[in-house]
């Protein structure tokens, strides 16, 4: 099985690159720059944007692509990094042959942020592909250490039922990447992930 990352340099890249290795299965990533804390052994870089699919250069055969780029903190940036780069990495599959598209949602948040994603995956379930969706609340992990200042008060008011934090309950990335490589590798039926499937 080969795997392409589309913006995989990031938290959750990092922690599927760890999880896939753990299989032995191969990892390409595309991004703009190439994140040096990710031998070369462990994945391959594709220097690339998604919003220039025409000058990426790929010369392997990918079984599945796993869509990454997003932002929660920008909302100037809502509509392009969680909605039109879904379009754009579409765009590659279609182009490039890849018949599986896994999009990392999103389960809770602020509303613009929320729509944006939900706008992402319809444009995956509509594209065609074969797809599971992933929707994560808020991950935590050793690789990003400011993942850490907001866990304990959102996981204490989650425990009174308020919707926004049962929404995004917090989950080590490494547990959420652990659920998507089994899911992937046990070619699983499952269209969504839910936080209850990764918990």
């Known amino acids: 099985m080969n795997i392409l990352l589309i913006g995989g340099n990031g938290f959750v890249g990092q922690a599927l690159i760890k999880e896939f290795m753990k299989y032995n299965v191969k990892v390409s990533y595309i991004s703009r720059t190439q994140n040096h804390s990710i031998y070369k ?39 392009k990094l969680n909605t039109e780069s879904v ?66 008060p959102i996981k204490f008011f989650s425990k009174f039922g308020i919707t926004f934090f049962k929404n995004v309950y917090p989950l080590p990335v490494e547990k959420v990447a652990d659920a998507v490589v089994k899911a992937i590798l046990d070619n699983t039926d499952s269209t969504i992930i839910e936080i209850n499937d990764m918990k």
């Open 87 to 152: 379009t754009q990495t579409i765009k590659l599959c279609q182009k490039q042959n890849i018949n599986k598209l896994v999009y990392f949602s999103a389960n809770g948040g602020f509303k613009q942020y929320i729509e944006s994603k939900r706008n992402g995956e319809k444009l995956v379930v509509n594209s065609k592909l074969d797809y599971l969706i992933v929707r994560p609340g808020l991950m935590y992990g050793k690789d990003r250490l400011t993942s850490y200042f907001n866990i304990l």
């Open 41 to 79: 052994d462990e994945a391959t870089w594709i220097q690339g944007d998604i919003f220039d699919i025409e000058n990426i250069l790929i010369n392997e055969k990918y079984d599945i692509a796993i869509h990454l780029i997003g932002t929660i903190k920008n909302k100037n940036l809502y509509s």
